[in-house]
Structures are given as structure tokens and as C-alpha cells.
């Protein structure tokens, strides 16, 4: 899966001159947390998150008044605030290589980029989503955890040994187990029951950590 197949389209965007004021307005009308900075031709210069806004936004507790608070406000500027070294990505990168330079980086957003030009963001809520969708959590069946040896051909027994008993996958991921030597493995399946699977599972040598049934 790429970015470019769960990247939001058409992203909000504001200029380096849009006051603190109307940029926070702008994140709160669109129920966003980051936009990115296009200069008058369309480059991309910078990237603003709510987080930043917030840090330069007067205190509750400050001695000025409202209208002194407001008129500050909308004296300062994007530009003024904004990140300028921004980290992007390739709308035809792999969808887990945007997740690792999130995570590399502390950051929860990505502009996403057709040569030099802005196509996209990608952000955690996006990834979210995919996440829900691999581990099946708005699918019925019979959710199953393991623990198996990291050794070639354990996928493989796995899925013919679940297909010949009438199971189907509705969803299966692999994760690091607690040391280099084994893997976990989480997965959905449906038409299967759970002392079937765990006939399977220890026909197979896998140590079920969990096991149960869920509803859609």
C-alpha cells in the first residue's frame, strides 16, 4: 500500500502572511491539527501545527485585555512561527516507510509530494486507520494471537492448515515477539471454531497468548 492510495487529497493550506488569528480558525473550521505554508506561487516554505500556535498564544492569565490580546494576535504571522525545514514524503512511498519517519522524527504529519509540488498530507490518524483495517477491528471472527519460531515456511502452514479445515482470513499481521528468535502473530478468521484453531495451532507448535471471538 502507498501513501498516495491514504493520503488526505487537497489539503488545507495558508500563506506565510495569514495571521496566528486566522490560522487557528482555519485548523478549528476543518478539524485539522497541522497546515502546511505555500508561498504566492505555490512552493511549499513551511508547515504550521496547532501546538505551535497555542505556545504563542497569550496566556489566560495575562494582564492585557481582550482587544489588546486580539490586536497582538493579528499582528503575528505564520511566517513568523512556522517550521521551515519540512519533512516530506513521495506520494509513491510504501505506506509503512511514512509511519517510520513519523516515528523517527517525533512528528504526527507528513506533506505528501509530487516533485515539488504539494499533492497530499498523510498523517497518525490516517495510519490509524490502516491499522484498524489490518487487525480487522470492524470484522466478526475469531481473533487469534501466537507466538512461533521466526522460521521460513510458518505463514505458509499456517494459512493451508486454517483453509483446509474451512477457515478464511479476514485479516493477519506479524509483529517482533520478545526476542530475535520468534514472531507473534495476530489474526481474524471466520467459519472456523476456536477448538479447531487450537487443534491447529498445536499441531503446529505456536503458543496461543490470546484467543476470542469478536463481534463487527
Not at 163 to 192: C, S
Amino acid at each position: 500500500m502507498l501513501v498516495k492510495e491514504r493520503m488526505s487529497r487537497h489539503p488545507i493550506t495558508v500563506r506565510p502572511q495569514t495571521s496566528l488569528n486566522d490560522a487557528l480558525r482555519i485548523m478549528r473550521d476543518n478539524k485539522v491539527r497541522r497546515l502546511p505554508v505555500l508561498d504566492d506561487k505555490g512552493k511549499l516554505v513551511g508547515i504550521i501545527s496547532e501546538k505551535q500556535l497555542l505556545y504563542a498564544s497569550p496566556s489566560p492569565a495575562t494582564s492585557l485585555s481582550i482587544y489588546e490580546m486580539n490586536y497582538l494576535m493579528a499582528k503575528v504571522t505564520v511566517e513568523e512561527l512556522m517550521t521551515r525545514e519540512v519533512i516530506t514524503i513521495a506520494e509513491d512511498c510504501p505506506l509503512e516507510e511514512a509511519a517510520r519517519i513519523m516515528d523517527d522524527n517525533n512528528i504526527s504529519g507528513l506533506p505528501v509530494m509530487r516533485d515539488s509540488k504539494l499533492v497530499g498530507m498523510i498523517t497518525e490518524s490516517d495510519l490509524f486507520k490502516v491499522f484498524t483495517e489490518l487487525l480487522g477491528a470492524r470484522a466478526w471472527g475469531l481473533r487469534v494471537t501466537i507466538k512461533v519460531r521466526d522460521e521460513p515456511g510458518t505463514l505458509a502452514s499456517l494459512a493451508s492448515r486454517i483453509a483446509e479445515r474451512g477457515g478464511n482470513f479476514v485479516a493477519l499481521g506479524t509483529f517482533w515477539g520478545d526476542d530475535p528468535t520468534n514472531r507473534e502473530i495476530a489474526f481474524k478468521v471466520q467459519g472456523v471454531d476456536q477448538s479447531t484453531v487450537e487443534q491447529i495451532m498445536k499441531d503446529l507448535g505456536a503458543e496461543i497468548t490470546d484467543i476470542r471471538q469478536t463481534e463487527a
